[in-house]
């Protein structure tokens, strides 16, 4: 299941910003890429606090990472980037 929060193999993640809260920059990767610390807004992607990136961010030097779904939200390949997608609370 692609995109889903803890599910094994999981590539994907949902990383619009649109569809987070409670954003916090707490870093960056060694690829300058920003990194957060959020919520999701509709708890049935994930009911605790997670750490990555945003989608939009990614657009301009990381292109092939971001995964446009159909409703127009964006999720973010993690294994094209040097930043992991985890749960932190």
């Known amino acids: 299941a692609v995109g889903s929060v803890g599910s094994a193999g999981a590539?994907?993640?949902?990383?619009?910003?649109?569809?987070k809260e409670n954003i916090e920059q707490t870093g960056v990767s060694p690829s300058g890429i920003l990194i957060y610390e959020f919520d999701y807004k509709d708890k049935s992607h994930g009911?605790?606090?997670y750490s990555g990136v945003m989608a939009q961010d990614l657009l301009e030097k990381y292109p092939s990472a971001v995964i446009q779904e159909k409703d127009g939200t964006l999720k973010v390949d993690y294994s094209q980037i040097?930043?992991?997608?985890r749960r932190v609370k």
């Open 47 to 49: 009911q605790f606090r």
């Open 11 to 19: 590539q994907a993640a949902i990383s619009d910003i649109t569809l």
């Open 82 to 85: 040097d930043v992991n997608f």
